[in-house]
């Protein structure tokens, strides 16, 4: 039974043995993603720091010029990632082509990830996060990541907030952890999530109002005229966060200038999908729920509407 404050590799491996069938290959893939996590969450902090270090000339201990913090959370999650022997191949959001780890040769799953999403606001100090998908290998070839959402095998994200949290699910229930920096641990702080049947917040970038087509016009204005809030960070972790735990709607639609939208089908809409399901709520494209779209392109992006299943449900009618 799970309690408050067990300690994530503890929760993974009790997870597992519910399994018969396990062989602790999920267990070592997620332990390696929660690793790279620790370390990319000390260096957010330190985000600030990158141009004062470098101006002063002291650089960093291995002597490295100082990287984007994008870039840095990409190499951490594909050596985290690839030394783990887990990962057959790995998909980034940073790489145009997959990458096929000579240590997962024999790797059971794939990963498609975001190392930093919404990293365009780390300048303004908000919150951003890594965003993860994993599927099973089925053939060796791009297939492999080009499976729907409803395949995953686990998802998550980890938000680098005023606490770091990382929230992951393996098909069943919801589970959020947060990272005490005193001793370096995830501790289970959100058994269980589940979405409120119904929320009183929407958060979308309103200033594409006049970009949006008549029907998101008019349920947006309805919205308004029940009294819900507005909250939109623009930092999709962190407003999918909020409405996992508030309720709501998160949207990011098609408009006359993003066909598609502007978030990627396989590291942002999917894995998001599957937790906002497996809490309960629904995620859609507007025409289709998110997890029953078949990708045709690594980097393909998808409208997005996600949330408490009555809200949601409204704007599908
Ligand atoms: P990124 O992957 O380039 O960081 O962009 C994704 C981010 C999401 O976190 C967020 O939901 C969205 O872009 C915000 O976009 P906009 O500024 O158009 O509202
Ligand atoms: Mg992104």
């Known amino acids: 039974m799970a309690t408050i404050g067990m300690d994530l590799n503890r929760f993974i491996l009790e997870e597992e043995r519910k399994h018969a069938q396990a062989t602790g290959s999920l267990t070592l893939a997620l332990t390696a993603i929660t690793s790279a996590a620790k370390i990319i969450a000390a260096h957010v902090r330190m985000a600030g720091l990158a141009d ?16 984007k913090l994008d870039e840095f959370s990409n190499k951490i999650l594909v050596q985290h990632l ?4 887990q990962f057959y191949a790995l998909a980034s959001e940073e790489m145009e082509e997959p990458l096929f780890p000579e240590k997962g040769r024999n790797g059971k799953y794939v990963i498609a990830f975001d190392p930093l999403d919404g990293s365009s606001n780390i300048d303004v100090n908000v919150s951003i996060g890594t965003i993860f998908s994993i599927h099973r290998k089925v053939d060796g070839t791009i297939n492999d990541f080009l499976q729907e959402g409803r395949k995953q095998v686990a998802a998550g994200y980890i938000i680098y907030g005023s606490s770091t949290v990382l929230v992951y699910s393996t098909g069943n229930s919801v589970n959020g952890f947060t990272l005490d920096p005193s001793v370096g641990l995830f501790l289970l702080s959100h058994p269980d999530m589940q979405i409120p049947e119904r929320g ?7 200033g594409y109002f006049n970009r949006w087509d008549e029907d998101l016009k008019s349920h947006v204005s309805a919205l308004k005229e029940k009294g819900y809030s507005l909250r939109y ?11 996992l735990i508030k309720g709501g709607i998160f ?21 998001m999908g599957f937790l906002i399901e497996n809490a309960g709520g629904m995620a859609t494209t507007g025409t289709e729920n998110i997890l029953d779209v078949k990708p045709s392109e690594l980097h393909q992006r998808v409208p997005v509407f996600l949330g408490s299943r009555g809200d949601i449900q409204e704007i599908i009618g």
């Open 52 to 67: 004062v270090i470098g101006t002063t000339g002291v650089i960093n201990i291995q002597g490295e010029v100082v990287q």
């Open 82 to 85: 690839s030394d783990s022997g």
């Open 200 to 206: 009183k917040i929407y958060s979308i970038n309103e």
């Open 233 to 243: 960070i623009g930092s999709m972790v962190s407003d999918v966060h909020r409405t």
């Open 251 to 271: 949207a990011y639609p098609a408009d006359t200038k993003n066909k598609s939208g502007k978030l990627r089908l396989l590291y942002e809409a999917a894995p």
